[in-house]
Structure formats: C-alpha cells, structure tokens
C-alpha cells in the first residue's frame, strides 16, 4: 500500500490548506487514519486522527481549526486546516492503519508565512 500525500505549500497566517493523502488501496470504517506533522527541531506529533470506530481526536493546538476527514469513494484522506499560525509550520504526514500493517506518506511541507 501507498499512501500519496499533496496539498502542502506556503500560506499566510489565518490562510488556509487542504492536504490530501490518496491511498493505492481502499480505505474502510475499519481502518484508523490520522496525520501527523515535524516542526523544524521537533519531534513528530499527532495532529489529526480518526480510529477505525469513528472517533475524532485533535491536537489541542489545533482544535476548532482543523478537520480530518475521509472519502471513501476516493480512498482518500483530507485535512482542512483554517486559521493557520506560523507554529503549524512543518512537514505534515499522513498514516493510515491496514491491519495489521500501518503505512505512511512521503510528508508535504506546509509553511506559514507572517
């Protein structure tokens, strides 16, 4: 399995990036997805995921400010991020779980500009 991230790029802060991560094979209700991402300097944190139960959690540091989501017609995974800051600057990673396997993206750069 492939996971394809894309979606990264420079923004402004308070701007706004759609990532998206393309699976080469089908996501399910079954499978647990997220995102995480690596700050300069930082160790890699999670940011978004979403079990395989349905349960969304967030970073506290962007709740109310980024939505993960999945469409399985598309086997795809998105996360919207609104009212970027520059701290949400870094490499974001996209991580899917097929049992019993967990496979990762290659990573896009978002960068936050003031």
């Known amino acids: 399995v492939q996971l394809q991230a894309s979606g990264g790029g420079l923004v402004q802060v308070g701007g706004s990036l759609r990532l998206s991560c393309a699976a080469s094979g089908r996501i399910s209700s079954s499978d647990a997805v997220g995102w995480y991402r690596q700050a300069p300097g930082n160790q890699r944190e999670l940011v978004a995921s979403?079990?395989?139960?349905?349960?969304?959690s967030y970073a506290d540091s962007v709740k109310g400010r980024f939505s993960i989501a999945i469409d399985y017609a598309k086997n795809t995974v998105a996360l919207q991020m609104n009212s970027l800051k520059l701290e949400d600057t870094g490499v974001y990673y996209c991580?899917?779980?097929?049992?019993?396997?967990?496979?990762w993206g290659q990573g896009t750069l978002v960068t936050v500009s003031s």
């Open positions: 979403l079990t395989s139960g349905g349960l969304v």
């Open positions: 991580t899917v779980r097929f049992l019993p396997s967990q496979f």
